[in-house]
């Protein structure tokens, strides 16, 4: 069974520092990884896709990266501000399967402190 | 619509009645998904439609909950005889369903259920 593990589970940081967020999986049979921002009250907004061939995406000041055979991701934020303070949650997707469940992580809470 | 959207946003309800959730997917989108949200549990899933195909009801955690997809659009999940541990955000997402393809789910705002 797939687990999903962000540690820590909240982060507090001033503005501006750069930051990663980490992201650790036990089942490397991953078809991707995408990374998304819950903010209060709100739903899923996904952030960065990377498939399993894909060593990272970029976006912006996020950059996320992926080592399938460590079972490990991480999200760096440069830059961060105030705006990103949010929750941010990994998940994956089984490679195998007709089922595109995503299996998520508990998610980390960043505060970003003006 | 521009994305999906859920009904009600907040439902208090007492224990032992049921509630109905709605979902309204993107239009066009064959792949439909309900998770929950409790609190210190993370999302964790529990029913996955793909266009005719039978349901992958896998994540129900009991036979308390159903749902269902009428004309391989609009999803309702039902709960009876609520709980006080069904409390939770009920999230809905929904994607192209296109098989082979890195496609993303686009998740709706939630209903928020409070069971007292």
């Known amino acids: 069974k797939q687990e999903v593990t962000q540690i820590p589970a909240a982060l507090s940081v001033p503005e501006g520092e750069n930051l990663v967020l980490n992201c650790s999986f036990t089942d490397s049979a991953i078809y991707n990884l995408q990374w998304f921002r819950q903010d209060p009250g709100k739903g899923l907004t996904s952030l960065l896709l990377i498939q399993s061939s894909q060593r990272e995406q970029t976006s912006g000041r996020l950059n996320a990266s992926l080592d399938k055979s460590s079972g490990r991701s991480t999200l760096y934020i440069a830059a961060s501000q105030p705006g990103d303070s949010a929750t941010y949650l990994c998940a994956v997707r089984p490679l195998t399967g007709a089922n595109s469940k995503l299996t998520f992580g508990k998610g980390i809470t960043l505060s970003v402190r003006p | 619509g521009a994305g999906v959207s859920q009904s009600p946003s907040n439902k208090v309800t007492e224990k032992g009645k049921d509630v109905e959730l709605r979902c309204d997917p993107i239009?066009?989108?064959?792949?439909l998904y309900w998770y929950r949200q409790s609190l210190g549990q993370g999302l964790e899933f529990l029913i996955y439609?793909?266009?005719?195909?039978?349901?992958?009801k896998s994540g129900l955690p009991s036979d308390r909950f159903s749902a269902e997809r009428t004309g391989g659009s609009v999803s309702t999940l039902t709960i009876q005889r609520t709980q006080q541990e069904d409390s939770a955000v009920y999230l809905c997402?929904?994607?192209?369903?296109?098989?082979?393809?890195?496609?993303?789910?686009?998740f709706g705002p939630g209903t928020r259920l409070l069971v007292l």
């Open positions: 239009s066009g989108h064959t792949a």
């Open positions: 997402a929904s994607s192209r369903g296109l098989a082979g393809v890195q496609e993303t789910q686009y």
């Open positions: 439609f793909q266009g005719n195909s039978a349901p992958d």
